[in-house]
């Protein structure tokens, strides 16, 4: 079966610090990944998402960046946070086909820019 | 373009009680409808889905039904339970590798 893994649960980073996020799926091949972003209280933001292998596309400019290295791992990046940077963070995938299929999101990564 | 929208919550019901929370959506070509439950501190978990017209999705209690004529994927449960409490997202997709979701409806249930 698949499994969507995604670390670490909650972060606490001081402004203009670095940030990696990291997710990674099992049990299925050529995904289309995503990172969303929730602030609280808030519906669901599109960050960037990915149909394979280095193929990134960016929703929102911002000081986020994301990487695709393996098949099945998706990385969320920053050089230097901002406060504004804090909220819950959200991978899914979803397969490349049907597009009906849904999508299955990891636990969450809760972070806070202090 | 593609948009869902979702009737504001807070919705407050006791147990028991009947739910309905609205969802309408603007698409071209022919979507699929999904409902999607945040519980707090958690990821989002599909609920259910519907791929064509008058399909209707069901889980857990909870059903929806794909009216195409109204554009709408209303989410209904007959008996709420207080661990029902959570934010509900409606979305849809039309196979451009990203789904459109609601801005959700948080949904409180007293005992």
């Known amino acids: 079966s698949q499994t969507i893994h995604q670390w670490p649960a909650t972060l606490v980073q001081p402004v203009g610090s670095p940030l990696s996020l990291e997710c990674t799926v099992e049990?299925?091949?050529?995904?289309?990944l995503y990172w969303y972003r929730q602030a609280a209280g808030r519906g669901l933001q599109l960050l960037f998402y990915?149909?394979?292998?280095?193929?990134i596309s960016s929703e929102v400019p911002q000081n986020l960046s994301a990487s695709r290295p393996q098949d099945r791992q998706f990385i969320l990046s920053s050089k230097k946070l901002l406060l504004s940077d804090s909220g819950f963070y959200l991978c899914?995938?979803?397969?490349?086909?049907?597009?009906?299929?849904?999508?299955?999101f990891g636990s969450g990564t809760r972070l806070t820019v202090v | 373009g593609d948009s869902v929208t979702q009737m504001e919550g807070p919705v407050t019901l006791s147990e028991e009680a009947f739910l309905t929370i609205n969802c309408t959506y603007t698409?071209?070509?022919?979507?699929?409808l999904f409902w999607y439950v945040q519980y707090p501190g958690e990821g989002l978990q599909l609920l259910l889905k519907?791929?064509?017209?008058?399909d209707k999705g069901s889980n857990k209690g909870f059903e929806a039904t794909y009216r195409k004529e109204t554009t709408s994927f209303h989410l209904e449960k007959g008996s709420v339970q207080v661990s029902d409490s959570a934010v509900y997202f409606c979305?849809?997709?039309?196979?451009?590798?990203?789904?459109?979701f609601g801005a959700g409806t948080r949904l409180f249930v007293k005992a």
């Open positions: 899914a995938w979803s397969p490349g086909t049907p597009y009906n299929y849904g999508y299955t």
């Open positions: 049990g299925t091949s050529n995904p289309n």
């Open positions: 990915s149909v394979g292998i280095g193929q």
């Open positions: 698409a071209t070509g022919y979507p699929s």
């Open positions: 519907a791929t064509k017209a008058d």
């Open positions: 979305a849809l997709d039309t196979g451009g590798f990203k789904t459109i």
